[in-house]
């Protein structure tokens, strides 16, 4: 199992693509997997994604139909396979030790929290929660 799922939500942000990627690719913690939802991009964004997918094998493209924010959000919830759950903005640049950081801390702190879901629990999508939290900190932009 992965320990960290990065949920990238994407529409046409081909200016800041590859540098939001080459900063989640450099991370120090590479126990993860990357969750580029293009959410019906117009623009080269598509093409990027590619590019970054054939060079390493951690950056999986989930492509759909545009449906806003929450739509990408919510498809790229339900292709995450770690244990915990980041979220970096397309237009963001994230420092090299900022998920190593985060795991370390939430790891010491022994977190576990509950996630509620409406009618269903985690199980009936198959996820494996430890800790209900979003990782997110440093950002460089």
């Known amino acids: 199992m992965t320990t960290l799922s990065i949920i990238i939500p994407i529409y046409n942000q ?14 120090r913690f590479s126990d993860f997997e990357v969750i580029a939802v293009d959410d019906g991009s117009t623009d080269t964004s598509s093409a990027i994604l590619e590019q970054y997918a054939k060079k390493d094998r951690r950056v999986k493209i989930v492509s759909k139909e545009n449906g806003g924010y929450g739509s990408a959000m919510n498809t790229g919830l339900l292709n995450v396979r770690g244990i915990y759950i980041g ?5 963001d640049t994230i420092l090299p030790q900022m998920y190593e950081e985060l795991i370390a801390k939430a790891e010491q702190m022994q977190i576990s929290s509950s996630v509620h879901f ?5 199980a009936a999508f198959g996820w494996r929660i430890k800790a209900g939290i979003t990782l997110r900190g440093n950002c460089s932009s």
């Open 14 to 27: 081909e200016l800041y693509l590859s540098q939001c990627l080459e900063s989640v690719l450099s991370q």
């Open 87 to 91: 979220i970096v903005e397309p237009d």
């Open 118 to 122: 409406k009618g269903s629990s985690p």
